[in-house]
């Protein structure tokens, strides 16, 4: 008894009764906002605009078409999951409605896409620290919004199929796209639907596009290429060697971009990186004849950083391959010899070292003694 006589304290009553009664004054259920605007059905909406050549003029004298493809709106994923159309239109509640102030069509995207973040706060925050936003802010006004990549009535997701990802991009990237198509990866996703293939948004980002022309970016580019090329399964699946990223750490290139990334990440460099050697958007096989690194071509491209290097610059190149006695016979004799020579010649100093501090510890308690 005495327990619950303590828990039942006036304070505590008194608390409780005014959280309640706040709660009953700012709930929506109980708040008199004056007279609710009555909501209008979906139906009501698409009675007009399921209407064929339905378009308004905007007052650049640019048409704005607002038909609505009825089939096409209930496969979207709104509307799948009960959106309606005033949650993105909440200011339209019937008919006549208010005048549309925008100048051109284009002002009026920009300035409904805002409408997303209500839901996807998340996306839109991330947005905002894209490149995309900094076009945008620099006033080009073509960069792209929401529903430029996601559509407005009509929206999918995004990877359904996995290609449109890299095609929705594409519609502004025409030429990258295009490259992309014929590369290693873009051929296996668009012609094989290739799951495990990179897409655009895998290097890039989501929301939150990043500039990739940022020496930031450049020396960041060989772990996102490890992200996948040194997966021992995912390499494995294709007969690749997963050993491309830790053998490219320790080779000159490797050790150089990490010294910047570790101590100057902002400052531009031009030891080479994976994108400089295989391509960026166009990589292709390295047995592919057309391939940067084929043996065709790879004198050339050691060239770009390399004009002088000889006919032989690329028979001593170990690249991504680890050294054996087959390809490289002399540098792997080499590698044994030093491999060997270097702890021995360590461990016969550090055995110097010990003697000396014995023998001087000797010295000193000869002279201590009467």
Not at 140 to 159: F, K, L, R, V
Not at 161 to 171: F, K, N, Y
Not at 180 to 192: P, R, T
């Amino acid at each position: 008894m005495t327990r619950i006589r303590r828990y039942l304290s006036p304070t505590l009553i008194i608390s409780s009764a005014l959280l309640l009664a706040s709660f009953i004054l700012v709930s929506p259920a109980f708040a008199d906002d004056g007279p609710q605007q009555p909501r209008l059905q979906e139906s009501e909406c698409l009675t007009c605009h399921s209407q064929p050549g339905l378009q308004v003029e905007l007052a650049n004298g640019e048409e704005l078409p607002l038909t609505i493809d009825t089939e096409r709106l209930s496969g979207s994923v709104h509307e799948r999951i009960g959106i309606s159309c005033d949650s993105c239109h909440p200011d339209i509640s019937g008919y006549p409605h208010p005048k549309l102030e925008y100048e051109t069509r284009r002002e009026l995207s920009r300035a409904f896409y805002l409408t997303c973040r209500t839901c996807h706060a998340s996306n839109y925050i991330d947005s905002l620290d894209s490149i995309h936003a900094d076009i945008a802010a620099a006033g080009q006004m073509e960069s792209p919004i929401c529903t430029d990549c996601h559509g407005a009535h009509y929206t999918q997701y995004p990877n359904e199929p996995r290609a449109l990802i890299s095609e929705t991009c594409g519609q502004c990237h025409t030429e990258i796209f295009a490259a992309y198509k014929s590369s290693v990866h873009g051929s296996a996703l668009i012609e094989q639907n290739n799951p495990d293939v990179p897409v655009c948004t895998d290097c890039h980002g989501v929301h939150n596009i990043q500039d990739p022309r940022t020496a930031l970016f450049r020396t960041e580019s060989p772990e996102l290429c490890a992200s996948c090329h040194a997966d021992p399964v995912l390499m494995a699946k294709y007969g690749y060697n997963s050993d491309v990223y830790s053998l490219y750490s320790i080779s000159w290139h490797g050790v150089d971009v990490g010294v910047y990334k570790a101590n100057w990440p902002t400052i531009w460099h031009d030891s080479a990186v994976c994108t400089d050697c295989h391509g960026v958007h166009n990589i292709l096989p390295p047995d592919n004849p057309a391939s940067s690194v084929s043996p065709q071509n790879l004198l050339a491209t050691c060239r770009k950083c390399h004009p002088d290097a000889g006919p032989n610059w690329t028979g001593a190149w170990t690249g991504h391959n680890e050294i054996s006695l087959q390809r490289t016979p002399l540098v792997y004799y080499t590698n044994i010899f030093y491999s060997s020579f270097v702890p021995f010649m360590l461990l016969l100093a550090g055995g110097y070292v010990l003697l000396r501090i014995i023998r001087a510890t000797v010295d000193r308690v000869r002279r201590n003694l009467p």
